[in-house]
């Protein structure tokens, strides 16, 4: 009887559950990789999210081979061909996979006619266990993230003494909320230049048959385990300081600000979970940094990413099909290209996202999200798109931030309201309408931003279900007070916005 082992390519790490259960005689377990043209190509994906996956996926399988593993590596147009020619080839009876965090491609792995018994072992990437996760929810009144992580912070003795929380809060979020000032002075980002093995890929991706999005000049990500430790220790020393104060701040020309970039390494198992809180909460007691900053980092991993994970295992199959909203508005073209918007603060992200494939939390949420959820786009249009162009995105965190969080498409599985909002917001948290042609406390009249009079005509759209809501009665009182004739003008540019961004227009 031969164990054969398929490593996919989120699961980098020695201490993936399938390479665990065979680490005792590696010399004698093959295991297969396998980069397959067919799945690339099923949506438009970022060209430095092909380099960063393939190119850590090369490097991760010369790690396994250093280690004494036998290790087969193919680059092929589909995943089954390979598959099956390695299990015949080394006369494989049990294929053991780390079950896959996408549910999509459980099914497929499942439903795939190999001559072999296939073995699905617990994905453990995360802290919590999906079984865990469910005994949580089971005959909860209320989901919310914040018992979730309390719980999270208490099972798992994080930031706790003497079963209460170090500093006596649980949440320092009020403290996170502030606005850029002038000249602040941002730490530039780690950046790795590629090796000869990333530039490799490069070269292979730039001559790929099928299209694909965004630049892939200036590669500078990290691929390996190596140096997605460097990233967490540079993230900690030069950014977590200020992490928490300036969280939802956004300033023209600084990508990445004080947020950590570690999305893309621990959604492909270059780092877990556990080793990033341990860092950063060991920081707090070793270095004196900030409790805000601090605390605010860890319920990012702890709470949001373990809650979202969660979510989205234990909601029923069809949770990235739902459109409460009903939404139907193709999504604008200049999501595509950023060259055909001139609103700033779209413009600014989206050519932010086409260079480097990251925008942080506020700017998905607040710009790009917010705006498609106030124009009405389809929901699901969106997560294709955010899937796509995204260096971290993956289905398990696409379909609870984008149809959740961001478009309530699910109509309020876990948040209490949608993320709609005005250009106040923007306004307020970032410089981008300094220097836009629209203006940003005009919603009716000439220059009338679009952020303005599409929260107007999206909440009198809705207003029945947001009434349902309870949590929207001070917007709804607002919108009463609206003269009947700038809503009706609101709602006409509305119209013919969405008339003018028609894609075949
Ligand atoms: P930091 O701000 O430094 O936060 C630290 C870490 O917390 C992140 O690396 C991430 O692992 C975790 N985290 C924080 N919030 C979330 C969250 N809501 N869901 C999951 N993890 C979270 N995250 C992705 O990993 N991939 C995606 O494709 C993705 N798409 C998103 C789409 C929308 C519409 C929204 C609202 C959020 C999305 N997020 C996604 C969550 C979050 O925006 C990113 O994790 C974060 O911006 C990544 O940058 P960072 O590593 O610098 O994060
Ligand atoms: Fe964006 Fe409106 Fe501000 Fe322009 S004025 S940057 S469109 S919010």
């Known amino acids: 009887m031969t164990i054969g082992i398929w490593v996919l390519g989120t699961q980098l790490s020695t201490e993936q559950a399938a390479l665990k259960s065979c680490a005792n005689h590696k010399e004698e377990t093959p295991v297969i990789m396998i980069e397959s043209q067919k799945y690339a190509a099923q949506r438009r994906y970022h060209q430095k999210k092909l380099v960063l996956v393939w190119s850590a996926m090369r490097h991760f399988a010369a790690t396994l081979q250093n280690e004494g593993w036998l290790v087969t590596y193919r680059v092929a147009t589909d995943f089954v061909t390979p598959l099956r020619d390695w299990v015949e080839d080394n006369e494989i009876s049990e294929l053991r996979v780390m079950t896959p965090s996408d549910r999509a491609f459980r099914s497929f792995i499942h439903n795939l006619d190999l001559d072999c018994q296939v073995s699905f072992l617990p994905d453990n990437h995360f802290l919590w266990s999906t079984e865990d996760f469910q005994q949580w929810i089971d005959n909860r009144k209320r989901i919310l993230m914040e018992d979730f992580y309390r719980q999270g912070r208490k099972q798992f003795n994080v930031l706790m003494a003497d079963n209460q929380p170090v500093g006596g ?90 947020h950590s970039l570690l999305s893309p390494y621990l959604n492909l198992g270059l780092l877990s979970p556990e080793e990033v809180i341990h860092a950063v909460e060991n920081a707090y007691y070793e270095n004196y940094l900030p409790l805000n900053s601090v605390e605010g980092l860890i319920r990012q991993i702890l709470g949001w990413r373990e809650f979202l994970h969660g979510i989205y295992h234990w909601a029923d199959a069809n949770y990235g099909e739902r459109n409460w909203f009903n939404h139907q508005q193709p999504l604008p073209d200049f999501f595509w290209d950023s060259t055909q918007t001139d609103m700033n603060c779209l413009k600014q992200v989206l050519q932010q996202v086409e260079s480097t494939g990251y925008a942080h939390h506020i700017q998905r949420l607040m710009v790009l999200s917010n705006f498609a959820l106030i124009v009405g786009v389809s929901p699901q249009e969106l997560k294709e798109w955010f899937h796509a162009v995204f260096i971290d995105a993956y289905d398990w965190v696409m379909e609870t931030n984008v149809i959740g969080m961001g478009q309530f498409a699910d109509g309020g599985v876990f948040a209490s309201k949608p993320y709609a909002s005005s250009a106040n917001y923007i306004n307020k948290m970032s410089d981008y309408c300094e220097n836009c042609c629209y203006h940003p406390r005009r919603r009716s009249q000439n220059q009338a931003c679009p952020f303005n009079f599409f929260y107007w005509d999206f909440i009198a759209r809705h207003r029945e279900q947001l009434q349902s809501l309870g949590r929207m009665n001070l917007v709804l009182a607002n919108l009463r007070k609206i003269d009947p004739e700038e809503l009706a003008q609101m709602q006409e540019l509305a119209n013919n916005w969405r008339e003018k961004h028609r894609p075949d227009s």
Request: glycine fraction near 4%.
């Open 169 to 258: 809060n649980w949440n320092y979020d009020q403290e996170n909320r502030k606005p850029p000032k002038k000249n602040l002075a941002v730490p530039s980002p780690l950046n790795f230049p590629p090796d000869p093995l990333t530039q490799e890929v490069i070269e292979e991706v730039k001559s790929l048959s099928f299209p694909t999005y965004g630049e892939i000049e200036n590669f500078d990500w990290g691929v390996t385990r190596e140096q997605a430790q460097q990233v967490l220790s540079y993230f900690i020393e030069e950014d977590l300081p200020n992490f928490g104060t300036y969280q939802d701040a956004m300033v023209t020309g600084e990508k990445t600000l004080w």
